[in-house]
């Protein structure tokens, strides 16, 4: 199952944001240079190591990748473009950016070599949420950024919006719904803030002094972004994402059916002949390991088929429309029906899944216990 599908981190930013887990570092001081000579070279070694199937997606992360300048952004896609040749010609090619950072020069540099989607960290249009959350951008510069997109020639645009956040309300998540959907983006990732260790936040919530909605806030929240999204003509695909038809992530389509990626640069996962790596993710380190002519490779592990069942079932059960018997069939040799009898009959007694011939997926209250749905695999092979 040769790799289709290519992640590239750029984890440079400038600044860190309070609740970022991310392997990203403030750019100033740098070796940004550096950094994108190595990411060409492991480029070089992972092509000749494994060698790619046409490639269908290829997502830069971060980090902000729009942090870099024109010319660096030009070599970086260019290098992209050398060792990785091969492309469908409805490749799905996706940058993120953060609002503010991503002028007309870089933009024009972005569609020139082939960049067809940007995806914008908005996350809230309150502004004073904006300042507490450690983000450098305004409401302003999000909807100075997309017209700019637009402008530019991009055609597909998603957003990040963010709930959960300290002294958020119902309504701040209603209002900037409604100013993020005033412009028109083709798609909607919407998630709730997860209080990560190693984070500003993190400290704070030792402390006491983070303040978060409850529950129930929380839920409603989720419910109220889900039904207001539906009306407005965005499909929910995913447990967190949302589109227009035919603009769906076809990269992040790529990790929730489990099939193999390059993970690239510094921090990156990866999934290449059943093996999950994960690179260092020091970028003096990144950088020193590829010099001396090595994958940067921190830790990796053979999936066994065991996992990779599980995985298959946790992942693709976030889809909305669930699991395909017949695919897993054709991948395992063997129903899940038979995988994961009883695991499957349990869910389906507490409503948490439905089960039919053709598909398993996650009910209306399934989707609101994911994290119970998907933990419930876990160990869970009846082999």
């Not at 046409?54 to 992209?80: E, F, H, N, S, W």
């Not at 908005?122 to 305004?138: E, N, P, S, V």
């Not at 597909?156 to 998540?173: A, C, E, H, K, Y």
Request: glycine share 8%; aromatic share 12%; proline share 4%.
């Amino acid at each position: 199952m040769p790799p289709k599908a290519i992640y590239v981190h750029i984890p440079f930013c400038a600044n860190k944001c309070h609740y970022c887990d991310f392997n990203s570092y403030v750019v100033n001081g740098q070796p940004v240079e550096d950094y994108l000579d190595a990411l060409a070279l492991e480029m070089e070694m992972a092509a000749a190591r494994t060698k790619p199937e046409q490639i269908r997606t290829i997502y830069i992360g971060g980090g902000t990748p729009t942090i870099l300048t024109p010319a660096q952004m030009k070599k970086l896609l260019r290098d992209l473009k050398f060792h990785f040749p091969d492309r469908a010609e409805d490749l799905e090619f996706t940058v993120e950016a953060n609002p503010g950072t991503t002028g007309p020069e870089l933009l024009s540099v972005m569609r020139e070599e082939g960049v067809n989607r940007i995806s914008f960290g908005a996350q809230t249009f309150r502004q004073d949420l904006l300042k507490k959350i450690g983000r450098i951008h305004g409401a302003g510069e999000i909807r100075k950024s997309v017209g700019q997109a637009r402008k530019a020639g991009f055609d597909n645009i998603s957003l990040d919006l963010m709930f959960g956040l300290p002294t958020q309300t119902v309504g701040d998540v209603e209002q900037s719904l409604r100013e993020a959907v005033s412009l028109e983006p083709e798609h909607f990732s919407c998630y709730s803030l997860k209080v990560e260790e190693g984070t500003r936040f993190y400290v704070l919530q030792q402390q006491n002094k983070l303040v978060l909605p409850d529950e129930d806030e929380e839920l409603e929240m989720y419910q109220w972004t889900r039904s207001y999204l539906n009306k407005k003509g965005y499909i929910q695909y995913e447990v967190s994402n949302f589109a227009r038809p035919g603009f769906e992530s076809r990269h992040n389509i790529t990790y929730w059916l489990n099939e193999e990626y390059y993970g690239l640069g510094a921090g990156a996962h990866g999934y290449v002949d059943r093996v999950r790596y994960a690179n260092v993710k020091g970028v003096e380190e990144y950088i020193y390991e590829i010099k001396t002519g090595s994958l940067p490779v921190e830790e990796f592990y053979v999936v066994s088929t065991s996992e990779d069942m599980e995985n298959y079932m946790i992942l693709g059960l976030r889809l909305l429309k669930g699991v395909k018997r017949s695919r897993f069939v054709q991948r395992y040799g063997i129903d899940a029906g038979e995988v994961f009898a009883t695991t499957l009959k349990n869910l389906q007694q507490s409503n948490l899944l439905t089960v039919d011939d053709n598909w398993i997926r996650l009910t209306d209250q399934g989707l609101l216990f994911g994290n119970h749905v998907f933990a419930s695999f876990l160990g869970s092979v009846e082999l």
